[in-house]
Nanobody
Framework: QVQLVESGGGLVQPGGSLRLSCAAS????????IGWFRQAPGKEREGVSS????????YYKDSVKGRFTISRDNAKNTVYLQMNSLKPEDTAVYYC??????????????WGQGTQVTVSS
């Protein structure tokens, strides 16, 4: 069964850092672009960052550029999202997904269950 599992979320103070991980089972991430998305209460799910399957090209939402870094380790079948200088507005449930290289949720086929990130003092 295809499965993506996120980890690394938690509570952090403004200005702090977290690293999210997205691990795959029952399929190989190499063939897919991997995206990170987030959804805050009462808001639509939005694309945060994406990394292409082979070239390492990346997309970032404007509000996270310079603060977040996406990377992949195909040997470990895992994709990471390093989040620095976190702000309260980054608070959301974060999801990883496998699909086509984009920040559009509808271009992704496989989704994880999400991990909560809360930025608060």
């Amino acid at each position: 069964q295809v499965q993506l599992v996120e980890s690394g979320g938690g509570l952090v103070q403004p200005g702090g850092s977290l690293r999210l991980s997205c691990a795959a089972s029952a399929f190989t991430l190499d063939y897919y672009a991997i995206g990170w998305f987030r959804q805050a209460p009462g808001k639509e799910r939005e694309g945060v960052s994406s990394i292409s399957s082979s070239d390492g090209y990346t997309y970032y939402k404007d509000s996270v550029k310079g603060r977040f870094t996406i990377s992949r380790d195909n040997a470990k079948n895992t994709v990471y999202l390093q989040m620095n200088s976190l702000k309260p507005e980054d608070t959301a449930v974060y999801y990883c997904a496998a699909g086509r290289f984009s920040l559009l949720p509808n271009l992704y086929n496989y989704w994880g269950q999400g991990t909560q990130v809360t930025v608060s003092s």
